[in-house]
């Protein structure tokens, strides 16, 4: 006898011993917000100097690299060169880890690299008429020195803290939210097992998730204060009196939700099986309602679901706009959910750090609507009272409520219609469901059609109106009375109708050219016409 598969609903009730929440790598800008328009570079003259000259920005350039040669010296630093195509944690990482075996902060190496950064140029306007020249500057991207500091931070462990040596003297700092919890778990005596990026086990679930919500946009301010008390810098503690220094915002930010099951030998199965059931995560309808925002146009990039392979490791990236939300199996033990906000508009978020706190929260939204998702299209088995309650006519309430017969052409498009996620959790109303509905259907489809079918739904119980609003959502029994419908349809009486003709498997189409023999055989022996 076969054995039903497992499905995410089998392994998400019952079987996951931990369910964390926890931002992962964070990705953040430094800037100095009042030296980002070329009028702004007269700062120098709180150094004493009239005239911006391109001179003195190129002197504290200069400066700058003797500082940070001093500094590798000094402390006896190792000093790398990145080639073009270094993978430059890889080539760190012998280095953090050398410091993190010994049990020590600090500094692990310094990496030289020649990158393109947007940085100020400058021009020399020289009077026909003789006299002093004048100076312009504007952005420009440019091929300059950058300096990455990789550090073993007491709060973060590895991170680094990269330095443009141009002006305006743009920065970056990465962090790791995993490592940090992993710290103060340790801190706080919470007993844990680790995986590579995330946790396998733990004591005390609960006050793990609780340190992971511990990252706060003023824990990385202190980290960043802290190494730029340590660290060589072009700005120097009189700029900052001035009112010249780095303010921080959000360039890349990883919310991730890990679930680690009790039976990792279901992970694997479980996991691919899921991947079959979701390859159109990525359509339209269902990312703006994953990410929670509503696009009116197309973004460049489209809405597109992908699935990398990186040896036997599979990621299902769903992409939207410029985020994108990436699950995969973590060392074959937990089921891992990402959210990679690469833009915090996308999810109606200012940049700057401190709304950090609001785009975890918004990121833990994405990572559950994903979870939705996958629930309700494996979640469509229905027991035979239900869907003869459906599709037969019934009496509600001493009202008759119309039949929604399987197959009828009108129905199926109004499930194909609902089955769209924006309608399950977004809501909707009788215009905009008609458009979906007629777009399947193929034919007209009158406002009046509309009403009745709704009529028909709700006295079904399928979908329920909000108050004092014309808006209508899917309740659970009609997300999966919908979803049974387009299932059953698309994934199993199409393909077996057409399953006589290839490209239908070999053993199939030779069991259905037996079972055609035999219903011949019968109308032959009843002396009926073929």
């Known amino acids: 006898m076969a054995q039903r598969p497992v499905t995410v609903n089998d392994i998400l009730d019952g079987h996951v011993t931990l369910d964390l929440e926890c931002l992962d790598r964070v990705y953040l800008n430094g800037y100095v917000p009042n030296l980002q328009v070329g009028g702004q570079v007269n700062f120098l003259t709180h150094r004493g100097f009239p ?16 500082d940070v040669e001093r500094f590798a010296e000094t402390n006896g630093i190792p000093w ?18 050398r410091l993190a075996r010994a049990g020590r902060t600090g500094v692990a190496a310094i990496g030289v690299a020649q990158e393109f950064q947007r940085v100020f140029t400058a021009t020399t306007h020289r009077p026909e008429g003789g006299g002093a020249p004048h100076f312009g500057y504007a952005k420009a991207d440019r091929k300059v020195t950058a300096y990455y500091f990789y550090v073993v931070d007491e709060a973060f462990g590895p991170a680094f803290v990269k330095i443009c040596a141009y002006f305006p003297y743009p920065i970056k700092i990465w962090l790791n939210g995993h490592e940090h919890a992993k710290r103060a778990a340790t801190r706080a005596g919470i007993g844990f097992t680790a995986l590579a990026n995330g946790f396998a086990a733990t004591d005390d679930p609960a006050g793990l998730q609780e340190i992971c919500r511990t990252l706060r946009p003023g824990t990385i301010r202190v980290f960043c204060e802290r190494w730029w008390s340590r660290l060589p810098l072009p700005l120097t503690p009189a700029d900052r009196a001035a009112g010249y220094w780095w303010d921080i ?16 030998r279901h992970t694997r199965a479980f996991f691919e099986a899921l991947l079959v ?12 309602i994953v990410f929670g ?30 985020s994108r939300v990436k699950c995969y199996l973590k060392e074959g033990r937990a089921f891992r959910i990402e959210t990679v906000v690469n833009d915090p508009g996308d999810l109606g978020v200012a940049r700057r750090l401190e709304h950090l706190d609001e785009l975890f929260a918004r990121g833990r939204d994405v990572n559950r609507r994903m979870v939705d998702t996958f629930r309700v299209g494996q979640g469509c088995v229905l027991a035979s009272p239900a869907f003869e309650r459906v599709a037969r006519p019934t009496v509600e309430d001493g009202r008759r409520a119309p039949a929604l017969r399987f197959g009828d052409p009108r129905v199926m498009a109004l499930a194909g219609a609902l089955c769209a996620c924006i309608h399950a959790v977004g809501g909707f109303t009788n215009r905009s469901l008609r458009a979906h509905v007629a777009a399947l259907l193929g034919t007209d489809y009158t406002q009046a ?21 014309n808006t209508y959502v899917l309740t659970p029994d009609g997300q999966r009375v919908t979803v049974f419908y387009v299932k059953v349809h698309d994934r199993l009486l199409r393909p077996l109708i057409a399953a006589n003709s290839p490209p239908a498997p070999l053993p199939l189409r030779q069991a259905l050219r037996v079972v055609e023999r035999h219903v011949e055989d019968y109308i032959a022996e009843a002396r009926m016409a073929a």
């Open 277 to 288: 059931d979701n390859l159109d995560v990525g359509r339209p309808e269902e990312m703006q």
């Open 80 to 97: 790398v060169r990145f080639g073009k195509r270094d993978r430059k944690l890889a080539v760190m990482r012998p280095h953090l880890d």
């Open 51 to 66: 005239i911006p000259s391109p001179a003195l920005l190129e002197k504290n350039g200069i400066r700058f690299r003797r």
């Open 293 to 322: 925002r509503r696009v009116r146009t197309d973004p460049p990039g489209g809405y597109r679901t992908r699935l990398l392979r990186s040896g036997d490791q599979v990621t299902l990236n769903a992409f939207f706009r410029h």
């Open 249 to 264: 915002s959000m360039r890349q930010v990883e919310v991730s939700r890990t679930l680690v099951f009790d039976a990792p």
């Open 449 to 469: 059609q509309m009403s009745y079918d709704l009529r028909r739904l709700r006295m079904k119980g399928l979908i329920r109106r909000l108050d004092h609003a």
